[in-house]
């Protein structure tokens, strides 16, 4: 496995957050977390990359303990996308080639920005090289931010609501290059949603929460109408077009 979840446990000061939360992902496989706003999937994502300690629990990937790994170490072999983006005064190009910080000794090397360019080019951000953050529109940042990730070249993508600020033509487009990326790299994602249907034209996996513990965890069998009416207390149909199923509230 490349990313395996043991036991893990977080509570902030006079409140639980999450608990007995166990899985392990495959290299090549996209993961989806589902839940209702405040059930942990930021949380989460935030335990396994170490930005929160949790309180019980271990995080391996390839085998390594997570808290056992060193500040570079770790930047190496993970990244991590937030849903919250700064925007700074600095140029698409640099904040992208900031990805590469892990692997840079002294200078940003010729390959370090031949990376760079090959992941503006997957995301179609060549025309915005030189443009700043800070004159960006949303959905514009968030590509970007998903790029500096992906120019990272980690064994492990996690990423927050990434399609939150995206239309739907750059919805389909991020998701689709996640996959394409995970699956020629044979890496790993673990992606936060509230887009059902979404996450199932994307994710090969799921982890659905409530209550801070694992609801259900599986492939797309798990998606039922009975198991989404108990998570997020909504009534639904799911109809199949072209094998792809879709969820419909009721």
């Known amino acids: 496995m490349i990313l395996s979840v043991k036991d893990l446990a977080f509570k902030y000061p006079g409140r639980s957050v999450l608990q007995d939360i166990a899985f392990d992902v495959a290299p090549g496989e996209c993961w989806a977390v589902l839940g209702i706003n405040g059930a942990g999937k930021s949380t989460l994502l935030k335990c396994l990359n ?41 140029t698409v190009f640099d904040a992208i080639l900031l ?92 992606v936060t949603m509230h887009d059902l249907n979404l996450a199932l034209r994307f994710a090969d996996r799921f982890v659905m929460l409530k209550n801070g513990t694992i609801f259900a965890t599986g492939g797309r069998e798990i998606i039922t109408a009975e198991n989404i009416e108990s998570v997020y207390s909504l009534p639904v149909e799911i109809k199949t077009f072209d094998t792809i199923p879709l969820v419909i509230p009721r």
């Open 99 to 190: 990805g590469r910080r892990p692997h840079i000794k002294w200078d940003a090397s010729k390959h370090d920005r031949q990376v760079v360019r090959q992941v503006m080019e997957m995301l179609d951000l060549e025309d915005y090289a030189m443009r700043y953050l800070d004159e960006l529109s949303g959905g514009e940042l968030q590509k970007v931010v998903i790029a500096r990730a992906l120019a990272q070249q980690p064994d492990v993508l996690l990423l927050d609501e990434p399609t939150s600020s995206l239309d739907l033509k750059n919805q389909m487009e991020v998701v689709r290059l996640i996959k394409k990326v995970v699956t020629h790299n044979h890496i790993a994602a673990v």
């Open 50 to 90: 170490r930005i929160l300690k949790p309180q019980k629990g271990v995080v391996y990937i390839r085998e390594n303990e997570v808290l056992k790994l060193s500040n570079l170490e770790l930047a190496q072999k993970m990244g991590y996308v937030s849903q919250h983006q700064e925007r700074n005064r600095i």
